[in-house]
């Protein structure tokens, strides 16, 4: 497991989920599980004290990029779910290139940028 992922889940999934989605993330054959979470957050995982939702101009790829950037993300980041799943990648191709369905971990436990088909998230502790 690694610790953009484990952290991800302490952070910012309710805590009556996490046991479980950390089981999802350990084992190779249940982490599909865990990346359909990501596509549509209907079953509403995350721990909304620490989500803000974006939208319009706010949302397009530079700029959540120069958001993130402002708090502290590094240049690459941890890609879970999308075409780049379980991969360090650079954070401005990762925001423009990973279609629906994934979450950015920029600082383990701090900062993650979530985009599903439905909506765009930035987490935050």
């Given at each position: 497991m690694n610790i953009h992922e484990e952290t991800f889940?302490?952070?910012?999934?309710?805590?009556?989920?996490?046991?479980?989605?950390?089981a999802f993330v350990a084992d190779p054959n249940k982490?599909?599980?865990?990346v359909r979470e990501l596509?549509?957050?209907?079953?509403?995982?995350?721990d909304a004290r620490f989500v803000t939702v974006l939208?319009?101009?706010?949302?397009l790829p530079p700029n959540v990029y120069a958001t993130l950037r402002k708090q502290g993300a590094p240049r690459t980041c941890w890609v879970m779910g999308g075409r780049f799943d379980g991969q360090d990648r650079e954070l401005l191709d990762a925001l423009t290139n990973s279609g629906d369905g994934f979450a950015l971990s920029c600082i383990p436990g701090?900062?993650?940028?979530?985009?599903?088909e439905d909506e765009e998230l930035l987490l935050q502790r």
């Amino acid at each position: 497991m690694n610790i953009h992922e484990e952290t991800f889940i302490r952070a910012f999934v309710e805590p009556a989920r996490r046991e479980r989605f950390l089981a999802f993330v350990a084992d190779p054959n249940k982490r599909e599980k865990f990346v359909r979470e990501l596509d549509h957050l209907k079953s509403r995982f995350l721990d909304a004290r620490f989500v803000t939702v974006l939208r319009g101009t706010p949302s397009l790829p530079p700029n959540v990029y120069a958001t993130l950037r402002k708090q502290g993300a590094p240049r690459t980041c941890w890609v879970m779910g999308g075409r780049f799943d379980g991969q360090d990648r650079e954070l401005l191709d990762a925001l423009t290139n990973s279609g629906d369905g994934f979450a950015l971990s920029c600082i383990p436990g701090r900062l993650v940028y979530v985009k599903s088909e439905d909506e765009e998230l930035l987490l935050q502790r």
